[in-house]
Every structure is written in structure tokens, then in C-alpha cells.
DNA sequence: AAGGGAATAGACAGAACTGTCTATTTTATG
DNA sequence: CATAAAATAGACAGTTCTGTCTATTCCCTT
């Protein structure tokens, strides 16, 4: 939407503190006094950037959706040509996501639940981001020869969330073997 | 864990009005004071009945725990005597669910976003759940012939909360349909 | 009818919240 | 070096937050 946001730093640098404590206790439970605190930032630089927390909000969302999805793209491409590999190639990089130390939960279920209404700004952006990891598989499930690539996109969606929620539950890395296996079994039968 | 709490027609009215207003705009989004102004109900009725805030949210959940469990187990009774069947009614259940005009997502997946620190009472109090409902899905899978009941039932739990952040995202049923489908193709692969 | 436990209203403390404003200083650029 | 833009500290308003306390009133049971 609104890319006239001009980058500095002192804006970038604000940014990633914002995110760091969002990202680690909710947006909510983070108050703006802190984020300014923590970045050594005065008030007034921040609502010169963003006319409020919200907006600041949908900018960190929009800035993790881009650096997401580069990365996922980044991590098809390197697991090279055979487009199964390539599919499964996502929920290896799930695994090594749920266990990073600083693993907390996805920031846009996070941000749904967070923001429940259907017509907020928050919630809209951050649903935003999930329609579009789902046609990015959708293209993958298209390379692998599904028969029905946007179906079978849509249910290897439903178990990366429900296997972000349990990595979060458990703070386990099992639940993205899980979908990976099922992964390759719905593929499999997909591409028959 | 503490079930020496009395019922009292006061403390059930006010944690009706509190669940309502809690899952509609988010535990932090509201505060102490909505709930008794909603309620009709003195502060210190509430400070008698629980501790803190915490505490009230930590007892609604385990009530929204033994409410939705006793609610899957009756539709898989009111489904018949195969196990197919009863395992693919919880799916039908869900669409339901999700159809109903004050749906507003999964109260424990909000929880467990909204508190994302592992040790957080409340949040180890919402995973509780999905190992509690993912127990059961193990029963109806090991009754439906599943090689691998606990497995399937751990897919299926994948299935079913990325299917209800779908559903949040989208307020629409859809996700339940893609979940069952992959449910019963994934039942017929593990009953073989 | 009397006694006791529960609920009440409302003040209160003390902190935290978002956002605005001003006056000053720093920084970058011509 | 001069000028304009950006960032600063910090006060401020006005609200909201959780939790505590007191003094009064309601209601149920004996």
C-alpha cells in the first residue's frame, strides 16, 4: 500500500526495537514509552514517522511480510529444481524457524488474535500477509503438478498455522515434521 | 487443578459477561472496570471470587475448556457407531462453529498469543487444552483403525487450528470443508 | 426478628497509556 | 559558514489501568 515511507535511520532503527518487544510480549502489553526508552529515541521522532502506534504496527507487519516471503522464496530456490524438493523445502525451513531461540509465535496469528475484528487495520494487514504465503505454495503445488493446486495450497496453510500454533504451545520443533510428512503424502497423491 | 471454587449466581454472571467481552475485544483490550460496568457488578464481588485479573482469565479458560470438550464429545455421539464418521463429525462441528455470527476465533489460540511467554499461567493454561482435545482426537483415531493414532491425531490437530485462523482471517467456513476432506483422505490412508 | 455473610458504591493510590506541544540542540547540506 | 530540516528533552493533558479500602446495605437462615 503505502511505500512513500521513506527510510532512515533513526526510522529503521525504531522499527527493529519496536518489533524486538512486540514481537517478544505483544502489542498491547508494549507501551510506546518503552519502545522510545529501549531505541534512545525521543517521542515527537516517532509521530513524525507514524501518526500513531497503529500505523506503526502496519508498518513492522508489512516490513515482516516482505522480508517473509523473500526469505521463503530464497529457501525454494536454494533447495533446488525438483519442484517436490522445492515444496518441501518450506517446512525444513519451518523446523529450523521453530527452533530459534527467539522462536515466539507467528507475529500475524499474533496480531489477529490481538486485533479479533475483521475490519481493523492490524487485522486486515497481518491476514493480508497469509493470503499471500498461500499463492505463493499455490505456485509450488502449480510446479509440482498438482491437479488442484490452489485446494491442496490452501490445506498445506492450514497445517503451517496449526503447526506454528503447537511449535508455540510447545516450543517443540515436531510439529513442523509433522506437516512436512503429511506435506509429502498430500503431494504425492496430488500429483498422481 | 482448583476445583474447590463455589458457584455462586454472581460469580457465574460475571464471568459470562467477562468471556463475552474478553473474546470479542481481547483480554488486554479490556479492562476490569467494562466487565463490572457491563455486569452490573461491585469491584470488590469480583476481587472476593478472584484474585486478579489473571486469575479470572485463567478460570474462563478452563471453563471454555470443559464446555468445548463436553461439546466435541457429544457430536461424536450423536454421529453413530462408526468411527469414520465420528471422527469427520468433529470437522462438521467446526464449520459450524465458524458459521455462528459471534465467532471470533479460537479463545486459546488468542491466549497463547496474547501471553506468549512459555511459563505464563495463562498461557500454559490455553495449551493445556489443545493437548486435552488432541488426547481425544487420539482416541477416535485409534477407534477408527489408525496405525498411528497419536501421529494422525497430531495431523488433525494441525488441520483443525490452522483451519480456525483461517477462519478468522476469512470469517468463513471454507477452512472447515479443506480441513475434513484432508482428514478423511488422511483416515483412509492410516486405517488401510 | 436478629445476626452474619455477601454485595454494594465509590473513593483512592499509583502507575501506565497515547498523543500533543514547545523550546532547544543537533545534524546535514547548500 | 549559514540555513533548514530533523531530533531532542520533557512537560503536559486526559484517560485508563489494576487492585485496595471503607462504610453501608442487602439478603438469607436460623
Redesign the interface.
Known amino acids: 500500500m503505502s511505500e512513500t515511507e521513506t527510510s532512515s535511520p533513526k526510522r529503521d532503527h525504531l522499527m527493529a526495537t519496536a518489533w524486538r518487544l512486540f514481537y ?3 502489542f ?2 508494549v507501551g510506546i514509552d518503552l519502545i522510545l526508552a529501549e531505541a534512545g529515541v525521543a517521542k515527537m521522532t516517532l509521530y513524525n514517522h507514524f501518526s500513531s502506534k497503529e500505523e506503526l504496527i502496519v508498518a513492522l507487519l508489512e516490513k515482516r511480510d516482505r522480508e517473509l516471503r523473500a526469505a521463503m522464496a530464497a529457501t525454494v530456490e536454494v533447495a533446488g529444481k525438483s519442484p517436490t524438493k522445492r515444496l518441501l523445502a518450506v517446512f525444513d525451513w519451518l523446523e529450523g524457524w521453530f527452533g530459534s531461540p527467539d522462536f ?2 507467528c507475529v500475524f ?2 496480531a ?7 475490519t481493523h487495520a492490524i ?1 486486515r494487514t ?2 493480508n500477509h ?2 499471500a504465503v498461500k499463492e505463493m505454495l499455490a505456485q509450488l503445488c502449480a510446479a509440482a503438478g498438482a491437479s488442484n493446486p490452489a ?1 491442496l495450497a ?2 498445506l ?7 506454528i ?2 511449535a ?4 517443540a520443533t ?2 513442523a515434521r ?2 512436512r ?2 506435506a509429502a ?2 503431494l504425492k ?1 496430488a500429483a498422481a
Open positions: 517478544r510480549d505483544g498491547r502489553a515466539n509465535g496469528i499474533r489477529l488474535s490481538e486485533y479479533p475484528e475483521a487485522h497481518a491476514w497469509k493470503v485446494g490452501e490445506t496453510s492450514l497445517l503451517i498455522d496449526g503447526a500454533v503447537a508455540h504451545g510447545t516450543r515436531g510439529s509433522s506437516a510428512a503429511t503424502t498430500l497423491l
